[in-house]
């Protein structure tokens, strides 16, 4: 079983950045795919970034350049960062495990966290 806390999200301007954390439990944390996605109102969630243990990264295309994942497997934490923020990026930003390999797919990750919020304003 693996547990998932997001924090970091608030308001910012457009053009701003922000840090996502994401805090896992649970041992088998290292050895698992994690992922960010996010939700907008009235949208699907969608895929943004993925991060595997053997040190590869995924982007979707709207934040490649914008975002970037990392990952401390010591301290269980997996980050996003978020820069030039746009007011389309506004929405409820969640991470992700799963116990196979990378995926961009909602449906194959097996753990969520609640999400945190991420509101751009123009």
């Known amino acids: 079983q693996v547990q998932l806390v997001e924090s970091g999200g608030g308001g910012v301007q457009a053009g701003g950045s922000l840090r996502l954390t994401c805090r896992g439990s649970?041992?088998?944390?290292?050895?698992?795919?994690l992922g960010w996605f996010r939700q907008a109102p009235g949208k699907e969630r969608e895929f943004i970034a993925a991060?595997?243990?053997?040190?590869?990264?995924s982007y979707a295309a709207s934040v490649e350049g914008r975002f970037t994942i990392s990952r401390n497997n010591a301290q269980n934490t997996v980050y996003l960062e978020m820069h030039y923020l746009k007011p389309e990026d506004t929405a409820v930003y969640s991470c992700?495990?799963?116990?196979?390999?990378?995926?961009?797919?909602?449906?194959?990750?097996?753990?969520w966290g609640q999400g945190t919020q991420v509101t751009v304003s123009s």
């Open positions: 649970g041992r088998t944390f290292s050895s698992n795919t």
């Open positions: 992700a495990a799963r116990r196979g390999g990378s995926s961009r797919q909602v449906r194959d990750y097996d753990y």
């Open positions: 991060f595997t243990y053997s040190g590869g990264t």
